[in-house]
């Protein structure tokens, strides 16, 4: 889908689906130009582990390195602080395209996160982890549980690179404390939530494809498989009248007001 051709506002079809699932792909959101611009940068960034970044041994994820000093323990998973690393990402961050969906799920007044996701994803071929069931509003810290996170790739977003899977429906799910390990990740091993996992979907994705989700829904990614690096850029936003919580992690530092 061409720029000129991309919607610019969510159909009712897909407000449902957001609603009954707690999330929506619009395809072809992103600008090529505007991916192009964003992959570059993102490559030489990480060619060169320009900080801030964070390391796959950082988040010890099943399959990570066991320390910096083992193979792979200088891979690179997320490139952080994306808004502040270069401006075509706050470009895209704040872009009307974007502004204009996520107002109608949250509102008029909207608020990107500095302190959550704002950042690009990578998930490099030989030493990228699993990551496990689990909900991002686990360890953030607002008023309500109700922000909405965007995924945009920026190449092909397959389940055999480690494309994002989800649970839908999870969102609207309340779960007993023996379904959550002790980091709030869904357990696998336990029959309540056999049924549920069934259910899993991987969001397969063309570049400049975007997915908007809710900070509720169960998500999980698999390891790359392929030969190349998978770019992804994922940013976090909330309605104005959501504020983090003082003195929280998510209050760490200012959002970024967007214009409708």
């Known amino acids: 889908m061409s720029p000129e051709s991309a919607p610019s506002r969510f159909t009712p079809a897909e407000l449902q689906q957001f609603g009954r699932d707690g999330y929506v792909v619009v395809r072809g959101l992103a600008p090529e130009a505007l991916q192009t611009r964003m992959l570059e940068v993102a490559k030489a960034h990480l060619a060169a582990a320009t ?8 988040v010890r994820y099943p399959g990570a390195p066991a320390s910096p000093e083992a193979p792979g323990g200088r891979t690179v998973r997320r490139l952080l602080q994306a808004c502040a690393r270069d401006p075509v990402f706050r470009e895209w961050a704040t872009s009307s395209g974007l502004a204009s969906h996520l107002a109608q799920l949250l509102g008029p007044g909207l608020e990107l996160s500095q302190a959550h ?3 690009v994803m990578t998930k490099d071929p030989r030493y990228s982890s699993l990551t496990n069931w689990h909900r991002d509003i686990r360890y953030w810290s607002f008023e309500r549980p109700e922000l909405v996170s965007v995924w945009l790739a920026l190449g092909r977003e397959r389940f055999e690179n480690g494309c994002l899977l989800v649970l839908p429906g999870s969102h609207a799910m309340d779960f007993q404390p023996e379904q959550l390990d002790s980091a709030q990740f869904l357990r696998t091993d336990v029959e309540a939530n056999r049924e549920l996992l069934a259910r899993q979907v991987a969001v397969e994705l063309d570049p400049g494809d975007v997915l908007f989700f809710h900070c509720r829904l169960l998500h999980a990614a698999g390891h790359n498989q392929t ?6 850029v994922v940013h976090t936003y909330r309605a104005a009248d959501n504020p983090p919580l003082a003195g929280s992690r998510s209050a ?9």
């Open 252 to 260: 760490a530092v200012p959002d970024i007001p967007l214009q409708i």
């Open 51 to 58: 900080a801030p970044v964070e390391f796959e041994v950082d």
């Open 227 to 232: 030969a190349q690096t998978k770019f992804s």
């Open 117 to 119: 996701h704002n950042c």
